[in-house]
Each structure stands twice: as structure tokens, then as C-alpha cells.
């Protein structure tokens, strides 16, 4: 990273008209100037934004949606125009937005090619040179040579991505198209964004994945409201960002506001020195904010799962837990049958739905638990959360042996969500913390010569 600038945004501010009937827009063209009467109101997408990214840097924008990220985006590419104030970009940009891949639907893949190759400023001479490049990391086959509007959404994604990244752009903007491809193009992606950056190039991400973003950048801005209101180390913004995310409605403009008043621009503050934190970041704590939105129950064959919830082992009920400690995963079930061969299960899951591991009272065909119709058990599943900072779901279910051999008598699809805290000067990437212990030796010469 150099302290060379390559993109300065000030003052930044963008609004949309909106009108509540589509007529009023016309209604508003054909009204006098005298006319008092305004069709429209606006409704501020992004709101006095200042942001500066130095060259070769990766810089993550987050937040919910609507925050404003599409839009801030889009106005420093020069998609949008913007209300007020400014954007320089120094250096040949190629962008990759959510919405449409900058094709003309009625031109063949290939031509296409050469149309965004010339918008990023290559030469006929240029894109020729790359096109076969461009047509082998999209991977859509003969449909390089059918017009665009037969393609899938993936495939417009892999092919307007190919072009972005093999134009050798010095500032490349990605806005989450990468989670519309598969995973093993979606994996060919990073690898190449990561080869951009390793030749100095500046990467602006908008990114909902947070190991991605702590992966892959260097910085982070939290937009909220169309409000940038932090900025610093992925880690950090990531971990209020969730806070205040995940916070009860009520909470968050208190929390919003001690965002503001902190001073943002101090990196890594104590935890427990900030306003912020009621609790210090390194105890393990329980956010009520952090509720599944998801939970499916399945069908109920004579019992039920209840109160199922992740616990200290020494007993304190929370769902912040802390990488590589011991927690006890909690669910009661009351039986309103009775059950033979009862086995109770849980799997973690990320987000993606990813099954991560999991665990069962007993092996396929081997439980002796029997339990009567009014009877209640607890399930206590020990476990050490041996996983990378982020998100995650929790499963239950309880089966028993009947007629038909063994089925659900009660199962609960994301039951319970936990985050992982961040934590600083990790060194185990991925999802799951193996415990990898590295180490380096320097080899002599004699050594290193066999
Ligand atoms: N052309 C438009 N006209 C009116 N409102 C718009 C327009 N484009 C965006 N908005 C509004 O601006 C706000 C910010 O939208 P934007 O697409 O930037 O959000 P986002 O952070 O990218 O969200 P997501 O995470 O869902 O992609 C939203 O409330 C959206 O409805
Ligand atoms: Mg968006």
C-alpha cells in the first residue's frame, strides 16, 4: 500500500426522487416553475461521505441492506451522478455491479467482450490479445457466440468478471456479483483478486461474508442509513458492525450514536474502555439481538424440542462465544408419545448453510433410551468452538425407533445463531480451527541442498 490516493470521496451526498405513483414524475415534467407543488420527495441514499483509499489497498464496505453500498459504488464509478459534493478516481477502473453486467443483451458474449474491453480502455489490438484468456476464465462455452440475453445470471456474472479482472484494471470494484457464481468460480475469483492485489492494484469489495472481508481486506467502512459511520481495521468494524446489527431496535440508536461520538479513526481501542462495550470483548457475553430469522420446525411425530441455547460450562447461558473454548449446546424435549431408540442429534452451520459437524447421543441402531409419553429429557452437547470469527446456526433434532424404522419425533433447523468473536493476530484461516501449529526452520546449506 502506498500513501498515494486512489480514490478521494468528499462531501459525498446522493438522493433519489421518489414518487409515490409513476404518473406523478410526468405530472412533476409538465408542472409550471411557478408551481409550488412538488410530485416527489427525496430520499437520501447516501449522506456527506468522505472516504480516502490509497493505492494497492482492499478496502471492504458493509452494512445492511439498503445502507447505501450499491449506491456509493455505483457514483464512484461514474454510474450515478452524485447530489453533492465529489469523487476523483486516479487510475483505470473496472467494476463489477449488482445490477446488470454493463451488456448489451442483444450482442453475442464476444462482442460484448470487445464493447467492455473499450470501455476500460483497451485497445481492439488489446482485447484481441486477451480474449482467449477472457473466454477460458469464464467458462460458458459455445455460449461466448450467443447473445446475451440467453444467458443465465451466473453466466453474465462469470463473463463480466472475466473481462474485469483480465483487463488488469489498477482499481477493481466488485459488489457482491462473486456470490452468484458456484464456488469453484467463485474460488477461481479470489484467486485472481488475489493475484490484482499482489500487483499493487486497489480493490474496493462489497462483501455480506465477513470471512471474506477479514480475508481479503486491509480496511473496512461501515455504511448505515446512507451515514459512513466507521472506518478501520476489518476486525474492528466488523465487530461493532455486528453489534449494531444485531442489537434490539430499541438499542440501536444508542449504539449508533456512541459509533459517532467514538473516535473511529483510533484503531483497536481496549474494548472495555469504549462506551460502546458494555461488556469487555474478550468475555464471552449474551446478545439478544443475535435471533434466528430462519427457524424451521419440522413435522412433530409426539415431541418437542424446547429451549434449546448454547452455555458456559460453568453454566451462563450466552451466544458470543470465543474461539477454541468449551461450550455446552442445551435443548430439552418433551415426549407427549413415547419413544424407543430415542437419539438426540445438533449440527453447526454457516451461514451458506454449510454443515460444519455435529453430534448424536448414539450411534445408528445402537440407543437404549426409552422414554415414556410425559416424560422430558435435556440434551447437553459439550463442544469447543473451534471456528473462524463469523456467524453461526445451530440445528436440533430428537428421532426414536418406530413402525418404519427411524424417524424425527421433533427437529429444528436453525434453532440457535452464535457468533464467534474476532480476535486478534489469528493465524488459522478457513471456517474451522484445526489447531495448526506452524513452524519454520532455516535450513543450512548442506541441508537445503539434498
Ligand atoms: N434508483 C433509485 N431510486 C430510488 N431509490 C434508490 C435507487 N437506488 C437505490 N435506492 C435506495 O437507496 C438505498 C440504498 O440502496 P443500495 O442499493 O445502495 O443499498 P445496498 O447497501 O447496496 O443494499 P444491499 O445490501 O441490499 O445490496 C435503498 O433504500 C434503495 O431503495
Ligand atoms: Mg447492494
Not at 63 to 78: A, M
Not at 182 to 207: H, N, P, W
Not at 393 to 418: I, K, P, Q, W
Request: aromatic share 8%; with cysteine.
Amino acid at each position: 500500500m502506498s500513501s498515494e490516493i486512489a480514490i478521494k470521496v468528499e462531501g459525498l451526498s446522493k438522493s433519489f426522487s421518489m414518487y409515490a405513483e409513476p404518473h406523478h414524475r410526468l405530472m412533476e415534467m409538465f408542472a409550471s416553475a411557478e408551481s409550488r407543488h412538488r410530485w416527489h420527495r427525496e430520499f437520501v441514499a447516501l449522506r456527506d461521505i468522505n472516504l480516502e483509499i490509497h493505492k494497492g489497498e482492499t478496502m471492504a464496505i458493509v452494512g445492511r441492506n439498503g445502507s447505501g453500498k450499491s449506491t456509493l459504488l455505483q457514483v464512484i464509478c461514474g454510474t450515478l451522478a452524485p447530489t453533492k459534493g465529489s469523487v476523483q478516481v486516479h487510475g483505470r477502473i473496472a467494476a463489477l455491479l449488482e445490477l446488470g453486467s454493463g451488456f448489451n443483451p442483444d450482442f453475442t458474449g464476444r462482442e460484448n467482450v470487445y464493447l467492455n474491453g473499450t470501455v476500460l480502455g483497451l485497445s481492439r489490438e488489446q482485447i484481441a490479445a486477451r480474449f482467449d484468456d477472457i473466454a477460458a476464465f469464464a467458462d460458458i462455452g459455445e455460449f461466448i457466440e450467443q447473445p446475451v440475453k440467453s444467458y443465465s445470471s451466473g453466466m453474465a456474472v462469470r463473463l463480466a468478471f472475466a473481462v474485469a479482472i483480465n483487463t488488469t484494471p489498477d482499481i477493481l470494484v466488485v459488489d457482491e456479483a462473486l456470490s452468484v457464481g458456484d464456488e469453484a468460480f467463485q474460488r477461481k475469483c479470489f484467486a485472481r483478486i488475489e493475484e490484482i492485489r499482489s500487483t499493487g492494484a486497489t480493490v474496493l469489495f462489497v462483501s455480506h461474508s465477513a470471512g471474506t472481508v477479514l480475508e481479503l481486506c486491509d480496511r473496512a467502512v461501515l455504511l448505515d442509513h446512507g451515514e459512513l459511520l466507521l472506518q478501520g481495521s476489518p476486525k474492528y468494524v466488523l465487530s461493532r458492525y455486528h453489534r449494531l446489527a444485531y442489537a434490539p431496535a430499541e438499542k440501536q440508536d444508542e449504539i449508533r450514536r456512541q459509533l459517532r461520538s467514538g473516535d473511529s479513526s483510533r484503531e483497536e481501542v481496549p474494548a472495555s474502555g469504549t462506551a460502546i462495550d458494555a461488556q469487555p470483548t474478550d468475555e464471552v457475553y449474551f446478545d439478544p439481538g443475535l435471533k434466528p430469522q430462519s427457524t424451521v420446525r419440522y413435522e412433530q411425530r409426539g415431541a418437542t424440542i424446547e429451549n434449546p441455547h448454547i452455555e458456559t460450562v460453568d453454566g451462563r447461558t450466552v451466544n458470543v462465544l470465543r474461539s477454541g473454548e468449551e461450550y455446552v449446546y442445551v435443548y430439552r424435549v418433551s415426549f407427549q408419545r413415547a419413544g424407543l431408540a430415542v437419539r438426540l442429534g445438533m449440527m453447526i452451520k454457516t451461514i451458506s448453510g454449510l454443515e460444519l459437524g455435529g453430534g448424536v447421543t448414539a450411534a445408528h441402531g445402537t440407543s437404549n433410551v426409552v422414554v415414556e409419553a410425559g416424560q422430558q429429557i435435556e440434551a447437553r452437547f459439550r463442544f469447543k468452538a473451534a471456528l473462524m470469527p463469523g456467524i453461526y446456526f445451530m440445528n436440533a433434532g430428537v428421532s426414536a425407533h418406530g413402525e418404519e424404522g427411524e424417524t424425527y419425533m421433533d427437529r429444528l433447523l436453525d434453532a440457535v445463531m452464535f457468533r464467534v468473536m474476532p480476535e486478534e493476530g489469528r493465524l488459522a484461516t478457513g471456517w474451522v480451527d484445526f489447531g495448526m501449529r506452524p513452524k519454520l526452520s532455516l535450513l543450512e546449506q548442506d541441508d537445503a541442498r539434498v
